[in-house]
């Protein structure tokens, strides 16, 4: 069998356990895998094109499984993840076709590892800013704007996408909760997604995800939700993108999908558990590690230096590792306390 799909038993394991890993967060975060599979399908010596295609083709896979178990619990904006799927599915095209510009250049893999080191890090440098803020406020506690009356959904969303909501640009979109946004901010958040899932060979959910909170203006589980259901749609565009070049390596998607397929169910079964908040600073000093690892997997690239690579790949599956340990942790946990007083007399 691992003839058959071209790895050896160790890297098919690792595969595994890696999926399993990034579905946990797929499913918890509504984001959260494709951009660590790709960073260490090119550490591991991959060429750009094949590690972003099989990464997409991933991503396609993943997020069906979780989006099924979002929509179950009627967390799916379906009408706005349509939408945002034509901007980020011409967006793909865009990036997609860099990418293999640069490959005819010689400098793909060094463009896309650098494009990785400066976004983890600023998408990390939010997460754990946010994560600290929020502990220090006791929570959002956010007023509505200008003497605007908001409903209980409303105090879902944060002030920032409150103040951009207030500008009424035509033509105004109704959101499954109630919510307006304009249909010219639901565009440029799509384009500007999909053009990064093309170029980094990400399903986009770690930008995508935030951008719908934030700047769209949902609440917090509909963000998830609609994240991932995007997500499932970018992710079959950039599956077939890749695939018409011939590169994606079905072994990798095979074995990652065996984890991921009982990853994103746990992790998607954990959000009715698990506050986010308690976990989300890790998230974000993960994505800090990511980027650190990353750099180090460039240098060994410039300096020739294979123990870099080495030092790269640990940080890269530990912190991922680490961060899953956390959340499978707090959601045991918090499945025993719910379970504790029912079962006293």
Not at 190 to 204: M, P, Q
Not at 245 to 250: K, Q, R
Not at 283 to 296: D, T, Y
Request: net charge negative; glycine share 16%.
């Amino acid at each position: 069998m691992f003839a058959l799909l071209g790895l050896t038993p160790g890297l098919f394991a690792l595969f595994v356990v890696f999926g399993f890993m990034v579905g946990v967060f797929f499913g918890f975060f509504g984001m959260g895998g494709s951009f660590l599979v790709t960073p260490a399908l090119l550490i591991l010596g991959y060429s750009a094109p094949v590690a972003i295609g099989s990464s997409m083709t991933f991503v396609f896979g993943t997020a069906i499984i979780a989006t099924m178990k979002h929509h179950d619990s009627g967390q799916v904006d379906y009408r706005l993840g349509a939408l945002m799927f034509v901007g980020i599915a011409l967006g793909i095209e865009a990036g997609s076709r860099l990418v293999f510009g640069l490959e005819m250049l010689g400098i793909a893999e060094a463009v896309v590892g650098i494009a990785y080191v400066f976004i983890l890090a600023a998408i990390g440098l939010l997460f754990t800013r946010s994560a600290l803020n929020d502990g220090a406020d006791g929570g959002d506690g956010a007023e509505s704007e200008a003497g605007v009356e908001r409903d209980e959904t409303s105090d879902d969303v944060p002030a920032i996408a409150q103040t951009i909501q207030s500008y009424e640009v035509p033509p105004m979109m109704t959101l499954a909760d109630g919510q307006q946004a304009s249909l010219w901010t639901i565009s440029g958040v799509s384009a500007g997604v999909g053009v990064i899932s093309g170029f980094l060979g990400i399903g986009g959910g770690f930008v995508r995800m935030p951008a719908i909170y934030y700047v769209i203006g949902t609440s917090l589980a509909a963000a998830v939700g609609t994240s991932l259901f995007t997500g499932l749609l970018s992710g079959g565009v950039g599956a077939f993108t890749y695939g018409r070049a011939g590169v994606i390596d079905l072994g990798i998607v095979t074995a990652l999908l065996l984890g991921s397929a009982l990853g994103a169910r746990i992790g998607s079964g954990a959000t009715a558990y698990v506050n986010e908040d308690d976990v989300t600073i890790y998230f974000g000093l993960m994505l800090l590690v990511a980027s650190v690892a990353v750099a180090l997997g460039e240098a060994a690239a410039w300096l020739s230096r294979p123990v870099l690579d080495q030092v790269s790949f640990v940080l890269l599956v530990g912190s991922a590792l680490f961060v899953c340990a956390i959340i499978l942790y707090h959601g045991a946990l918090a499945v025993r306390q719910d379970r504790g007083p029912s079962t006293s007399p």
